[in-house]
């Protein structure tokens, strides 16, 4: 379905992949990730933007909060001089792109890191994918109601890991969020909003519950029921990569699928992969720049890259699963976690939940930070206290950065 040939990371970032008809004129997608890759960088350049992945000192020996924030400042304007040591291979994979991306220092080990990634994402692609009729998930579907399916060992992973995720958040994640998806993709073909009534019936088809694993066979248990993977399966994607690439001998590395990012090493002895975090109201800017310890992962989930557009207005591709009603009460969440799996799940999780009781969600993950953009104007931009030393906002935003509280028993 996409393109075979790699096309270079210029061109890719400035084109769509192919996609089936159905995804074509279903959620509209930006054609860049949330998160600014490296691909974007080497595109644009420093000069242009002044902003993008950077690296940046280790913070070695610098105490967390504004030593390092300073630091942060002081090597970015430094670095604009220079193209940052990095190589990287950017190519069209589960609808969004995929880059690798190394020191330059290791640029001969990239062709085979590069294709051991694309080999490795078009196998969980063909497992996964929604647009594939014979993927895990589309048999799953297709027998919805009727009998379990056996599925790949990875797909049975994948569905435990929805249904921790789905129990962690109360049913905020749920993967078989599939009908009330199918029903605002539906109205907005015809270009008529949904009824209450046609929300509400899809609305309780959406049960975690009923998605049920056993050994290597899954089952939805209801009629009409339907599961859909794309809140999570990014990010599980990216950790089976990284772990491969490890395997093959990487040791500095970054994989980045469609916003959803996780690194390895650094990219010398004494920098840290940094990665900008996009602004929700203006796709030009960044809210801040993150920095990234070895092994840590990042997901971002908005409401301004993918949507449906019905009768001119806007609905958010994240959808409450109780409501079936676009989550609208906040415009871009970033999480950081020990693994992409689990910063996809919280990032689309706490889009859901809003910052009260998404803050919750987090007293329960204490290795997570976060970064949450409420959706109102100005903009408001709250955060995890853990990620004061890596976390440096753009400078109009440094005064009104608000700690977000997760202390336990709020
Ligand atoms: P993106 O896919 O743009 O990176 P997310 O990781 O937040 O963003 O995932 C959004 C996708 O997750 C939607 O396009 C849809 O496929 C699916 N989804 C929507 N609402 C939910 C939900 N409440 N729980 C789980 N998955 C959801
Ligand atoms: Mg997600």
Known sequence: MYRKNMISATKSILKTPERSPEHEHTWHRRKIAKSWSIARLLRYGCEATRLAIRIRRAPGGCKIGAACTAAAVILASASCRHQPDIVHRTWPAMGTFASIIVPAEDSSL????????????????????????????????????????????????????????????????????????????????????????????????????????????????????????????????????????????????????????????????????????????????IIGRLSLASGAAVATSGNYERFVEIQGRKFGHILDPRSGLPADEMASVTVTARSACEADALSTAIFVLGMERGARLLQQFRECGAILVPNREPVEVWMTADLQGAFAPEKEYSSSVRLLDTRPGL
């Open 110 to 285: 990239l062709p085979g890191l590069a294709d051991e990634a694309r080999m490795t994402l078009e196998n969980l692609e063909s497992r996964f994918s929604v647009y594939r009729t014979d993927s895990d998930i589309s048999r799953i579907n297709a027998a919805a109601g009727e009998h379990p399916v056996p599925v790949a060992p990875e797909t049975a992973q994948l569905l435990e890991k929805c249904a921790f995720y789905s129990r962690k958040s109360d049913g905020a994640f749920d993967a078989t969020i599939g009908p009330a998806l199918a029903l605002w993709r539906e109205s907005s073909r015809k270009g008529t909003m949904p009824s209450p009534g046609e929300i509400r019936a899809a609305a309780a088809l959406v049960d975690y519950r009923l998605l049920t694993v056993e050994g290597n066979a899954a089952m939805l248990q209801k009629k009409g029921m339907s599961a859909d993977l794309g809140g999570i399966a990014k990010g599980f994607a990216v950790d089976v990569c990284l772990n491969r690439l490890q395997e093959s001998g990487a040791r500095n590395v970054m994989v980045d699928l469609g916003g959803n990012m996780r690194c390895l090493g650094s990219p010398d002895a004494s920098r840290q992969w940094l990665i900008g975090v996009r602004h929700p109201f203006d796709r030009s800017r």
